[in-house]
């Protein structure tokens, strides 16, 4: 393993800055200055935690073109993408957690409902973990990195993020700028290497946040298991799309077009497959085949839509699906091969009709700017269809029936579904994201996004300061007898158990 890291442009192919990797120690040496400024930050309150959220915000803004260029020049997407994807979402995020990361790590009044326990009062309180390591892929390097360090800051906790070896830079400017916002030196730091480095992390600090794909997301896992610290694991995704016949045909290839090629398909909910019922299937493809050739794809100095694949082995996976899927029977309606006029990572946006579950383009994450469509008789076929597949991350339906689309989308094996919308769930900060079978395991955003790095504690008074209570020693026949008939009369459903019981009691 080399100890520099290149970061290349995938645009223009040209190496724009070379990093020296964290070796292990190093990492261990950083989480332990991160766990001696921890100690400090956790007593800060949310007001001043938030304040500083704040000017890291404007920050964000005052710098956003300086912004635009490191992150175009590591992932070769347009700049309208940034400030549309990332800045937007950063801004959105810090203002959500800011206001409400108090509300979500309030003291909890906990009320006994058995009889027998009511003499006790509880409550529950959020503490922080400690150090949170979050790994990050290289899809959106600092939605990922910084957007997800916001709920661990603002619930006391200090990070340490290991970036994408492919897109570093974003991360280590997010955490320049949070340090001239005022956060405390070493609560906020970047880790930058390979996957040892990520490894490293697991074995140090006390919660990992990893986002990635499924394999490595199971090493982590694994690897943390030794130590028993929690996870929380967000992983790939095959989100499908399914129109129904009285949906609103232009809503739906809009949203179907943009969902697919936004960051050239290279997001974890992007829409990955299909499913059109027949009546309107012909009307629908031809609007989607429409939009996607008037898609205009190039660098990200130009006046473009999209930009090209952060990763050339990311395109060869692309590539190597759709040609699978020609070989087995299917057609494809524009696209379908590298952009032969660019130099960068740059696949053609592509459509793709005749397609089956035995192709891996409609089975396997694509993370590229490819839409297979697929006819469907009935919603029945399309919910049985979106249902086979391993992952479970979101899903889209569009109807012009609503609580029809509320139905079918009870039915759907995912985290989310958008009705006639596609990829927004993303951006309700409040709402809970994760996702189901290979798709991951925790939540981001919501509640349980920052509860997530929290040791939840739960503390227990006594009301009444009694000498003596039942349970306690000596033990006895009687006390047994008595208890038999308290639980009977409190817990049997037959009133001659019931009647029993206390007469029993009054016998004593
Ligand atoms: P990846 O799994 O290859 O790498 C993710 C991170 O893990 C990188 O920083 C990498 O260096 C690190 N890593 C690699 N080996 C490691 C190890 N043994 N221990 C610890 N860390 C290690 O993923 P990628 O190719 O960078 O990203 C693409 C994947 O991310 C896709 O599958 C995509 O669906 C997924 N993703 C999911 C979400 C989500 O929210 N569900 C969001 C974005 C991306």
Redesign the pocket.
Known sequence: MSATIQVRNPATLEIVQELPVASPIEVAAAVARARQVQASWQLTSFTERARLLYRLRDLLLDESDTLADILTSETGRPRAEVYGNELFYLCNAIGAWAKNSEGYLRQQKIAPSFPLVKAKKAYSTYAPRGVIGI??????PLT?TLGEALPALMAGNAVII?????TPLSAIFGADLAARAGFPQDLLQIVV???????A??DHADMIA????????K??MH?AADRLIPVSL????KDPLIVLKDADIERAAGACVWGSLMNSG????SIERVYVEAPIYQAFVDKVVARVKAVRQGKSTDDVDIGCMT?EA?LNKVAAQVDEARAKGAKILTGGRRNPSLPGFYYEPTVLVDVDHSMSVMSD?T?GPVIPIMRIKNPEEAIALANDSRYG?GASIFSRDKSAAAKLAEKIESGAVCINDSLVNFIVLEAP?G?RKD??YGY?HGAEGIRKYCQQKTIVVDRFGLKEEFPWYPASEKKARQVRHLLNLLCHSGWTHKLRAFKGLMRG
Do not use: H
């Not at 790994?135 to 959106?140: E, G, K, L, Q, V």
């Not at 290497?193 to 490894?199: E, I, K, L, P």
């Not at 990893?210 to 997301?217: H, K, M």
């Open positions: 790994i990050s892929p290289w899809n959106f990922l290991k970036p994408s070896e492919l290497g390979y996957g040892d480095t990520g490894a992390l697991v990893f986002t990635g794909s499924v394999e490595t997301g090493r982590v690897r967000e992983l790939g995704g290279q997001a974890c909910t990763s990311q994450e993370f991350l994201m996702g798709s991951g981001r």
